[in-house]
Structures are given as structure tokens and as C-alpha cells.
């Protein structure tokens, strides 16, 4: 298995306060992902990095920021947590990406309510 | 945006073969891919096509059309264990994937 950890792995917390999951590699993969998770929707890409500083948005970026400020972490933090942002969270490695083989590896997701 | 189309739920018998069907965008195009999913668990990889035609792996196989903007994923012997739900993943211009919703596959005995 990759060497990807989430954490934390599971997280209850209020309407409005900051919440930052943390995604760390082992494995110096030079991307790095974070999808959300819902009940019909599939993965969907909330940012993304390409290298230590570069991140890009996804499809859904919206009350979501990033940052990595080296190769083996990158942070996701909700500035300020809605109901609507309760789901599973997954952080994902790819080396292979703009190769046309693009192999992205997952870490075992965090689950996170948000009441 | 792009998107891909999927069949919500397929059901099959244990022994079987299962074919997850796949249609997707042709915009910024470079890929297709599948991943496998568990009850609870993390998505894993499972296959990838660039070129047409089909890619075997085991049990399961890969194929894709790009004149049809179409693949399948095609799963041999079914096994129980092979419950699980099924995303096809579209690799585009930058270095992102596109997954579709997923394919939730039943195994009965």
C-alpha cells in the first residue's frame, strides 16, 4: 500500500469553526489531491497540488483552502465549517499524472460531520 | 463541465461475467481508468486504457472505444468479494481525473 496518512480519521465539529485535515506522504510523489465524497456524487476534486506552493482549484473549491509547504503534506482547511461540508474526505498521491497514466493512490479517507 | 455516465447498480450471480459500461466526454481527452472501491474503504486502482482496444489484468479487463467515447469494465468469475462499487475515471489535459458516479455491484451466490 502507499504510504498515505489521513488524519484525523474521524471528526464531529460546529457550524462556523475552522477544520483542517491533514493528508502526509511517505512516498515523494509530486502530486497530491483532495476529493470529498457524497452519496451519488462519486469523488469530487476540491483542490490539487502540482509541487511544494503550487495548488490549483477543483470543481468543488468553494469555503475550502490548501497548502503544502513540503512535498510530504498537504493540508486542507474549511475556513469555516457548514452542514453542507459533512462527507468523507480522501486524500490522494499520483507520480504518473500529466504522463497519460495518471495512478492515483488513495489514503483511507476522513470522515467529517459537521452539526 | 465534464462528466461520465455510469449504471447506478448492477447485480450478478457469483461465477458469472459483469460488463460496467462507461461513456464519457471527448474534451481534453487522454484517458480512461477504474477503481474499485469497498464498503468503508479507500478507492483502488484497477486498470487503465490510453489506446483502444482491451487491457487484461486477471479477472478483469479493461476496454475502450474512443471513436464511441466509450469504455467498459468487464469482470470474469465473479466472486463475492467483488461487491463493491466501480468508478471509471477520466484522465483530461491537465493533471486532474474526472470520476464518474460509480457503479454499485451486487455479487449474489
Known amino acids: 500500500d502507499a504510504g498515505i496518512t489521513q488524519s484525523p480519521r474521524h471528526k464531529v465539529t460546529e457550524t462556523g469553526t475552522p477544520v483542517t485535515l491533514r493528508c502526509h506522504q511517505t512516498e515523494n510523489h509530486r502530486y497530491m489531491y483532495w476529493y470529498r465524497q457524497d452519496p451519488g456524487h462519486g469523488l469530487r476534486l476540491i483542490h490539487y497540488s502540482y509541487g511544494v506552493k503550487d495548488t490549483d482549484k477543483g470543481e468543488v473549491s468553494d469555503g475550502y483552502s490548501v497548502s503544502r509547504s513540503k512535498t510530504e503534506d498537504f493540508l486542507l482547511t474549511l475556513e469555516s465549517a457548514t452542514s453542507s461540508q459533512t462527507s468523507v474526505y480522501f486524500c490522494a498521491i499520483s507520480e504518473t499524472a500529466g504522463t497519460n497514466q495518471n495512478i492515483q493512490y488513495f489514503g483511507a479517507g476522513t470522515r467529517l460531520s459537521v452539526l | 463541465g465534464q462528466s461520465l455516465e455510469q449504471p447506478s447498480e448492477v447485480t450478478a450471480v457469483e461465477g458469472a461475467i459483469v460488463q460496467i459500461n462507461c461513456t464519457y466526454q471527448?474534451?481534453?481527452?487522454?484517458?480512461l481508468s477504474w477503481y474499485q472501491q469497498h464498503d468503508g474503504g479507500a478507492p483502488t486502482f484497477l486498470s487503465y486504457?490510453?489506446?483502444?482496444g482491451l487491457e487484461e489484468t486477471g479477472r478483469f479487463s479493461s476496454f475502450l472505444s474512443r471513436s464511441d467515447s466509450y469504455g467498459y469494465l468487464l469482470l470474469q468469475e465473479l466472486q463475492m468479494k467483488d461487491s463493491a462499487s466501480y468508478f471509471c475515471?477520466?484522465?483530461?489535459?491537465?493533471?486532474?481525473?474526472?470520476f464518474g458516479s460509480g457503479t454499485r455491484l451486487l455479487v449474489r451466490p
Open positions: 486504457n490510453a489506446l483502444d
Open positions: 471527448t474534451s481534453g481527452f487522454y484517458g
Open positions: 475515471a477520466q484522465e483530461g489535459s491537465s493533471y486532474k481525473l474526472i
